[in-house]
T-cell receptor, first 117, second 113 residues
């Protein structure tokens, strides 16, 4: 595809339920990132995948959050036992190579708006 | 810790010039990005600075001073469509690569006729 795609675009769930958010990066991009953006706030880094290296999970807020990237392409962010404070827009981004420089620009998907009731 | 500061809101008049400042204190530095984000949409890349000085790209310019931990985004000949949030982001290093971005909270710019 032409850009990063995410699904679903909107997700409403009840407190305590598990949710899965999907990200399809730009074809050929080796690096993939998940961010969270609460209303009126900046982007909060969650997790980063680069090729076959171990992911940087330093931004995950709790052990209820996990993510995987299968086959070096599609990624799924899973939130277990959702809480109301998990309500936010979850943004995925991808970049060509994680080596610095202009080619390393991150391109963002449209995001998934998660609402936990 | 990581700290990036930018004004919360700014207003400007169509046709005018506006400067959005960003100061940062981060553990490591490997480039500074500016992104534009319209309400309800994804951030889109505007500019990148890694060396001191001014980078010009059409109506938008971005400046960096690494010694001062300071950057600004300059928007000229403002148009109504420039009303958006502008996010300053610093790339810092971490084990395994140098691609982690730390974002500021963003500056909401409102352009009035």
């Amino acid at each position: 595809g032409a850009g990063v795609s995410q699904s679903p675009s909107n997700k409403v769930t009840e407190k305590g339920k598990d949710v899965e958010l999907r990200c399809d990066p730009i074809s050929g991009h080796t690096a993939l990132y998940w961010y969270r953006q609460s209303l009126g706030q900046g982007l909060e880094f969650l997790i980063y995948f680069q090729g076959n290296s171990a992911p940087d999970k330093s931004g995950l807020p709790s052990d209820r959050f996990s993510a995987e990237r299968t086959g070096g392409s599609v990624s799924t962010l899973t939130i277990q036992r959702t809480q109301q404070e998990d309500s936010a827009v979850y943004l995925c981004a991808s970049s060509f190579v994680a080596a610095g420089g202009p080619k390393d620009t991150q391109y963002f998907g449209p995001g998934t708006r998660l609402t936990v009731l | 810790g990581q700290n990036i500061d930018q004004p919360t809101e700014m207003t400007a008049t169509e046709g005018a010039i506006v400067q959005i400042n960003c100061t940062y204190q981060t553990s490591g530095f490997n480039g500074l990005f500016w992104y534009q984000q319209h309400a309800g949409e994804a951030p889109t890349f505007l500019s990148y600075n890694v060396l001191d000085g001014l980078e010009e790209k059409g109506r938008f310019s971005s400046f960096l001073s690494r010694s001062k931990g300071y950057s600004y985004l300059l928007l000229k000949e403002l148009q109504m469509k420039d009303s958006a949030s502008y996010l300053c982001a610093v790339r810092v290093g971490f084990s395994g690569g140098y691609n982690k971005l730390i974002f500021g909270a963003g500056t909401r710019l409102a352009v009035h006729p």
